[in-house]
């Protein structure tokens, strides 16, 4: 069992639709990441966080530390956010991060 | 431009040739990092260099072997590799290795190892 889990794996919207990504671990942290892989590979780092609340543009992070718990949210859903979400967490005991697999989200027009 | 630039961006060498991909980065960063990503599985911490200095091997297999010859530039030699090595190879850097401030990658290399 990876000690990053993410849901769903695949999610499909249609365009304007309000979006949630979920994350869960299961170590203590220091940090979580959330990461957006487009198909020619790159990868963007979205948000760094490690309480509360962080809002970029459309993009919402939140976390709830006791829980273990990380969500990405999407407001006003576009084509051009079909892309891999990725959650990487920072352990408080280690520096390396621990990825989930990703979600693959896909908006359609 | 994201700051990260890795050359090639695609690779096909047979399992007895020897290859190097590239990374640099001028964002005055003093970490980097090699990981691998397979198809369908989370990205693999291969390596990281802090200041130049190799602080994580990943139990990395020694047909992959990382140079770091300033804090700005990262190479992987790559020899005697397998198919089950081609992957996406992506390198990153960081402000320092062991505090929390983000990663920036760059568009990573995809190998084809045949």
């Known amino acids: 069992k990876n000690e990053v889990e993410q849901s769903p794996q695949n999610l499909t919207a249609q365009e304007g639709e309000f979006i949630t990504i979920n994350c869960s671990y299961s170590?203590?942290?220091?940090?979580l990441h959330w990461l957006q892989q487009h198909p020619g590979g790159g990868i963007v780092s979205l948000f760094m966080?490690?309480?509360g609340k962080k809002k970029h543009g459309r993009l919402i992070a939140t976390i709830n530390i006791q829980e273990k718990h990380s969500s990405l949210h999407i407001t006003a859903s576009h084509p051009r956010d079909s892309a891999v979400y990725i959650c990487?967490?920072?352990?408080?005991?280690?520096?390396?991060?621990?990825f989930g697999e990703g979600t693959q989200l896909t908006v359609n027009p | 431009e994201t700051g990260v630039t890795q050359t090639p961006r695609h690779l096909v060498m047979g399992m007895t040739n020897k290859k190097s991909l590239k990374c640099e980065q001028h964002?005055?960063?003093?970490?980097m990092y090699w990981y691998k990503q397979s198809a369908k599985k989370p990205l693999e911490l291969m390596f990281v260099?802090?200041?130049?200095?190799?602080?994580e091997n990943n139990s990395v297999p020694s047909r992959f072997s990382p140079e770091c010859p300033n804090s700005s530039h990262l190479f992987l030699h790559l020899h005697t590799l397998q198919p089950e090595d081609s992957a996406l190879y992506l390198c990153?850097?960081?402000?320092?290795?062991?505090?929390?401030?983000?990663?920036?990658f760059g568009n990573g290399t995809r190998l084809t190892v045949t």
């Open positions: 990153a850097s960081s402000q320092e290795s062991y505090y929390n401030s983000p990663l920036h």
């Open positions: 170590v203590g942290i220091s940090a």
């Open positions: 966080l490690s309480s």
């Open positions: 990487a967490v920072r352990e408080t005991s280690g520096s390396r991060l621990t």
């Open positions: 964002l005055g960063h003093n970490a």
């Open positions: 260099y802090n200041f130049k200095e190799q602080t």
